[in-house]
């Protein structure tokens, strides 16, 4: 079985993220969140996904 990656980059997107987060765990993908310097709660939100 081949293993599925999500890639996402963001700044400053925490909103979108949560949502975005929200609807792709669950399903066992990898779940990669690379953060571009955000100055909003983003970095927080992907600690709590983690």
């Given amino acids: ?3 599925i990656t999500v890639c996402i980059i ?3 997107e925490s ?3 949560k949502k975005c987060l929200k ?3 669950g399903y ?3 779940i990669v969140v690379v ?3 955000s ?3 983003t970095v ?3 600690k709590i996904y983690g």
């Fill in 1 to 3: 079985m081949r293993k």
């Fill in 10 to 12: 963001t700044k400053n």
């Fill in 15 to 17: 909103e979108k993220l």
């Fill in 23 to 25: 609807h792709l765990t």
């Fill in 28 to 30: 066992g993908f990898e």
């Fill in 35 to 37: 953060d571009t310097g």
């Fill in 39 to 41: 100055t909003d709660d």
């Fill in 44 to 46: 927080a939100w992907q």
